[in-house]
């Protein structure tokens, strides 16, 4: 479980986005979504990163499951600026992947046993890592256009 809880923290620290200047809009955005990202970033904070039995495993990733579902759809809710529409609910809809894939991960886990945990946790690490990287673009997408 400790690559995971590594690619949990990686993943969320990449979520807040930067400090912009300008437009109060832009800034009340920007203030919205890095609170949401931050209590997830917290959130994950508290999750135990040892393994332990596959039931332990899987109770751990359907709290990460959760903490992925709810923090999409506070993204959904928050209204974004016109020019990063788009990429604000690619954002959201980007979280709510990995949360299904999380939530998807805890059903092998508990369906597969100790036997299975190790291949699906570094499936799961491997997309998060992937879907980490896009999210990463889209923030820095966010941040240029918010920039501008």
Known sequence: MTRLAVAVAALVAVLAL?????????SAYTEQVTDVTTRLVEGASTLTP?????????ANLDLVADRYAAAAAELATIPAPDEVAALH?????????LGD???SAAKEVRAGGAADAVGVIGRLTKEA????????????QINAELAD
């Open 18 to 26: 930067g400090a912009c200047g300008g437009e109060d809009e832009n």
């Open 50 to 58: 040892e393994g332990g039995s596959p039931k332990q495993i899987a």
């Open 89 to 97: 609910a690619q954002l959201a809809a980007d979280l709510t992947k």
């Open 101 to 103: 894939q999380t939530a």
């Open 129 to 140: 890592e992937r879907v980490g990287a896009e999210i990463e673009a889209t923030i820095a």
